[in-house]
């Protein structure tokens, strides 16, 4: 966290993120949690991610053709060609946001009836006299609203001197019926909380003012857990296999959570004393682990985890730096490894609301899918795998500068676009969905994922194409998507046969479950309304291109709507509206699951969706 | 706690203590919470104490005379003429027993409706199985009576392994809708809480089985603190005047409370981590200073608590060594220095349900008194200090082997008494009643408490008083009452006149507070149905002396009842019944009380009462 950071402040929105020096401003948008149009994924070509500079300096290439004259004149750029190189403040007009994410607008930026959790309360109460020989905690007591106020005894010891330094006007901070604080003279101006959506990848915290609803900072981190396994099943054999193993998983994402609290305390300028509650989102593991719950028997037959509703507990005694009385509380799972993140992502997307049939997916390294509208909610949780952030690929690597994230394939060639637009390191995961789909186009990848060279390509198959399919001696049969004289590196960037199996598990997971969750619910594609894709990665994937590798089912592409990062949402939610903790628990009650693991029908569902649709 | 015990059980109570070498049967039954006949105060002279002897080694001198022959041969003797060298069994007959004491046997000793706080209750809960995925937590849930259940973190995280370690059979422990423990099995029969006494100078743990109410062990010690000062107000002294003075009182006092709870467990054959709950009363100043909270605003004017009603916090984070997630409690105050133990004693001794009209008195380092009846009840704290307890006296002593505790003056000459019957050491402070009960009969001491010598002693003072009265070189007038050729330490033991003023000092204020009490509440000593006396001290005395010296006022001696430990017996209430608690609330908050360093009349009064009542 130590790197040069700027701040890049957004308007009207008021957002600011910290960002390193080289972050186009469109990375930037999705740091903040902005949702901008940006249909060629962020590749300088649509020209739809145009942004106003305010002030600040930046790196621009490759903005005017997209311009007119009156907007170069008025420092109007394409946020993804744009590279941050100051502070900066930055105006979104309208058009370049993407009003498809009603959920964001709907659920969080129109605020929810704020009614937080924690609340301050100045008093000022009678000082102590020979006719009012009440005792310090009694005169508090009377000046607040309602009876039944209980207060923990370290913070009751603090109550003498704090009164009195304040001439008997103190800030009662209360967490429901708890008086978790009393702070000399009137704070009520500080009153902050965080909420934390906890992938199994990356980890994303939003700083929010409890008395205002308005999110002052966001910052996110790689999970540092990755380092002991790139998927959840890996991590919790890490702590069946280690004695300490759990402690160690718990102290890497607490020391995680902690740095990010510290980066958010800073971007808004505030301390984190101020800092009264977090809310955590995540999956089963990642809750378990983050509240040190033994996920040993959630990883063996028949799979269940220590607890399903929400666990609440003194930050202090989980480590977690924020005020010393403050509260750390999960979002409550479902069953299984259905978990949290998918309860915030029914609570943000509102799906348990309504009355058409809608379809929520969140890809992370998990893919977490719900099917159904207010009548009746099922879900699964696919274990996905991180192919789709770069991991388990060859040439794979994370959506960052360098990036393959963009495939063409025509007439003319092979065109590639990078994140950035410099040259190519390796392959991202809508780089690995593009190439795929655009070879099954191009009949180089078959249906069942056979990446086809020489003699078995078909005879349409252009030359140019023909060419680029070679037998790798390690990798087999793998398709140069940037020839080593046009790449980074110096090496040819390849999609090898094992990446494209790779894919085919990681969207025939995801597929197969959602067959599971139709044929359970009784509907076809068609009945479905919508298609709520989540999640940074959902939002950056062009959906034709997920329709064409099957990923997503064949519906026409207006239904297919993107809501961003709907757990965060959810956390940002609970935090903000303390009634909706009831509404997550019965959402936890209330909807059903599909425990994929010992599913029946899920091996052969699974082999019959690992196929590529037919062109 | 290292030096040899012997265990003595009393029958049929089956109680037992285990008491130094030494000790009387006498003094074990005080230990043990059992009343029996004492008129004479133990000093072998009335004959009342008579137990049988069922086993054991002992010393005894001076029962016979009291005995018949076959009392003799059935080993009969008088408890406090025998001392204890071995474990013994002693039955205790009912003519021995004193039943004045109501209250102990109506409400502790006859159980009351037992609803202790803590319950345990075995689950066997089904095992996981593809049919049923619930969460470990959802599984012991679903079993328990309701809904609603809490459960801490840290004890959540048990969970997994010791429902498995069971094979799914787990004791639940319950502290309310709290889930304090998961333990392997059925240990249902294991639930024990210990009910504290936290006295100035004396602690006294009672250590109860929360499934019968049955009394398993006692044991008592001097409060460590007594160092740092022998009243309560020395002790906020060394708190506000010493850096980490409030820390070092409470170390003293949790340190002792743990060793008191290492000796009951001992003594019951008990593992400590199956003690749950712990209930502590005590005085305004005790309550702080063993839950750290700050009393320097109780001593300075206008004398205001940190709090009032009763403070529940995890033992652990008090440092009392009891189950990990046992609770220590403490018995609300009513305000200033009117606190818990005056709750107790209320409680204990019914006198807010009676109609008739009570006086109710405490006598330790503070006197605690409560006048009144169902209607309207008026308490006061009195800083009598310790005299009582042999403090600030110049021969003075604790109430112990060698302390002279009975004095009679009649024609014959000077009788001392002392415990234990030997030679005596110094004077406790029922020999300090008796002496200046007799030395006012005699005319030695005059009613504004003057000790006369020489020319100043009426005419009709017989000479072998006259020559006991000597002008003692540093103490002035004294009296002797045991010549250094009769005492233990070969020197004189005198009664100063400084004593004198002392104990006018002790039982001015006392008697102070009561002529308080009765103004506020407009009655007349007449009006008063009974007098009940409550606490070690007030158990012993003589209850003509204590109305000679104005300690008590001149009512019917019947009227006047032996109550013992009541502030005891109310904390072992609430730990027996918690919907006591609720009752203790309701007394702390309808209690009127008299805060007697702030009242205007209270100097004058206590001026008067510091004489003593004519002849």
Same sequence: chains 1, 2.
């Avoid at 994922?449 to 790798?472: Q, S, Y």
């Avoid at 993107?562 to 935090?575: C, D, E, Q, T």
């Amino acid at each position: 966290m130590s790197e040069k950071k700027y701040r890049i402040t957004f308007e009207p929105d008021g957002k600011s993120v910290f960002v390193r020096a080289g972050t186009t401003i469109y990375e930037a948008t999705g740091e903040a949690g902005i949702i901008i149009k940006a249909e060629c994924g962020g590749a300088g070509v649509c020209g739809s991610c145009k942004v106003r500079v305010v002030s600040g300096e930046y790196e621009e290439s490759g903005s005017e053709a997209h311009l007119t004259k009156e907007e170069i004149e008025n420092k109007t750029v394409l946020a993804c060609r744009t590279k941050i190189s100051s502070d900066m403040t930055v105006e979104i007009p309208l058009q370049s946001r993407l009003f498809e994410q009603k959920i964001l607008t709907e659920g969080i930026e129109k605020p929810l009836k704020l009614s937080p959790n924690v609340r301050k309360q100045y008093v000022k109460v009678g000082e102590p006299s020979l006719e009012d020989q009440r005792s310090d905690l009694d005169r508090i007591l009377d000046a607040l609203e309602n009876d039944g106020k209980r207060i923990p005894v370290d913070v009751l010891r603090r109550v003498p001197e704090k009164l009195r330094k304040g001439d008997f006007g103190t800030t009662v901070v209360l967490n429901r019926d708890e008086i978790i604080g009393i702070e000399t003279g009137d704070k009520t101006d500080r009153n902050y909380g965080v909420a934390f959506d906890i992938g199994t990848t990356t980890v994303v915290g939003y700083l929010l003012d409890l008395n205002t609803g308005k999110q002052l900072a966001v910052s996110s981190m790689t999970n540092p857990q990755t380092s002991y396994g790139d998927d959840v099943i890996s991590r919790i054999q890490y702590t069946i296999e280690n004695r300490d193993g759990l402690d160690d998983l718990n102290e890497r994402i607490v020391a995680c959570v902690n740095d990010i609290i510290v980066d958010l305390a800073d971007q808004a300028g505030i301390e984190k004393k101020y800092i009264y509650e977090v809310t955590a989102t995540g999956n089963t593991t990642m809750t378990h682990l983050f509240f040190r719950l033994n996920p040993k028997y959630l990883a063996l037959h028949p799979y269940v985890g220590v607890v399903r509703d929400s666990v609440e507990v003194r930050a202090r005694e989980l480590g977690v730096s924020i005020n010393n009385y403050g509260k750390v509380v999960s979002m409550p799972n479902i069953a299984g490894f259905v978990g949290g993140d998918t309860v915030a992502v029914i609570l943000a997307s509102e799906i348990y609301k309504k009355k058409k049939l809608s379809f929520a997916l969140d890809i992370g390294t998990n893919g977490e899918l719900v099917l159904g509208n207010r009548n009746r909610l099922i879900a699964c949780s696919t274990a996905a795998g991180p192919a789709f952030e770069g991991a388990r690929i060859n040439y794979g690597m994370r959506a960052r500068d360098g990036a393959v994230e963009k495939v063409l394939i025509d007439e003319d060639g092979v065109e590639i676009g990078t994140i950035g637009n410099g040259l190519a390191i390796g392959l991202c995961g809508t780089g690995l969905i593009d190439a795929v789909a655009e070879l099954l186009k191009a009949g180089v990848i078959t249906a069942n994922g056979r990446l086809l060279k020489g003699e078995d390509l078909p005879p349409d198959v252009p030359e140019f194409l023909r060419t680029r399919v070679i037998d790798h001696e390690k990798y087999g049969a793998s398709f140069i998507l940037v020839p080593g004289n046009e790449s980074k590196t110096g090496d040819n960037i390849l999609l090898t046969q094992k990446d494209v199996r790779e894919m085919q598990l990681a969207k025939g997971a995801i597929f197969a479950g959602y067959q599971l969750l139709k044929s359970t619910l009784g509907v076809e594609d068609e009945d479905i309304d919508e298609i709520l894709l989540a999640g940074a990665f959902g939002n950056y994937i062009r959906r034709e291109q997920a329709m064409r590798v099957g990923l997503l089912p064949q519906v026409p592409k207006e239904k297919i709507k993107f809501i961003g990062n709907a757990a965060g949402a959810g956390a940002r939610m609970v935090l903000l509206a303390r009634e909706l903790r009831e509404e997550t628990s019965r959402i936890s009650e209330n909807t059903e699951y599909i425990e994929l693991a010992i599913n029946a029908d899920f091996q052969k569902v699974f082999a019959d969706s690992m196929f590529f649709p037919e062109g």
